[in-house]
């Protein structure tokens, strides 16, 4: 059995790797923001559910036949804090803006799976759900926000900040599934895979 991950994102494959699954990795290349705009009502749940299905979906289509027999993971993570849903920083300034706000407080990483089961070449059943992980940030000095922001890391991490980086420095716990915050949680994604009728152990590498 093979697991194709619709991703881009080192992180997510390394979480696979270090949990003795190899990928096989491919981009979707959709378009989330267009996505996100369609959404407009939707609860956060919804919007990181909707954007792994897509990616999940785009990349069982294209990879079906070269992979017949197989599940494929799409993946999204964002940041819900102050009544707002936020993905990655981008820019320093915004990365600075929301370290401000962030620090000190709480906010929730929610992070959306969809695995989707390919057999005969066929895209078959399909899973999905959300994991939520509560944030406990760190004080960090403004110097501290400089010098993180110096690092470039905030600005290409959902939320702006990481459990396994430099950002763990800033980050005084958590309430939820580490796997989850740094880019694919292991015990949802095992959850979904029982859906369509695969065991997690298949897709060891022995
Ligand atoms: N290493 C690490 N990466 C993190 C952490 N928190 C978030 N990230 C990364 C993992 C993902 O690459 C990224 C989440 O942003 P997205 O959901 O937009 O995914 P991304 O565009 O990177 O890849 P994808 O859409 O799956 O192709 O942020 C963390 O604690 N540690």
Redesign the pocket.
């Known amino acids: 059995m093979q697991l194709v991950l ?7 494959l ?1 979480v696979l790797r270090g949990a003795g699954v190899e990928p096989h990795q491919f ?2 290349g959709v378009n ?1 923001e267009a996505i996100v705009d369609s959404l407009p009502e939707a609860s956060p749940e919804v919007v ?1 559910v909707t ?1 792994a299905e897509a ?1 999940a979906q785009t990349v069982a289509a294209a990879v079906a036949h070269q992979f017949p027999d197989s599940v494929v993971i ?5 940041l819900a804090h102050d009544g707002l849903l936020v ?2 920083p981008g820019t320093p300034e915004v990365a600075r803006e929301r370290w401000t706000t962030m620090a000190g407080g709480t906010g929730v ?1 929610l ?1 959306g799976h969809s695995v989707l089961r390919i057999q005969g070449g066929v895209v078959g059943a399909i899973a999905s759900g959300t994991a939520s992980t509560t944030i406990r940030f760190g004080l960090p000095s403004p110097a501290e926000i400089e010098a993180y922001i110096a690092t470039g890391e905030p600005m ?4 702006g ?5 430099y ?1 763990g420095w800033f980050v005084d716990g958590i309430d939820g599934d580490p796997s989850s ?3 694919l949680s292991l015990p949802l994604t095992r959850r979904l895979l029982v859906e369509v009728g695969v065991s997690v152990v298949e897709l060891w590498q022995r």
């Open positions: 619709a991703s881009e994102s080192p992180a997510r390394n981009i979707s989330e990181v954007l990616k799409g993946c999204d993570s964002m993905g990655k990483l992070t290409a991490v959902a939320g900040f990481t459990l396994d980086g950002g915050v740094i880019g």
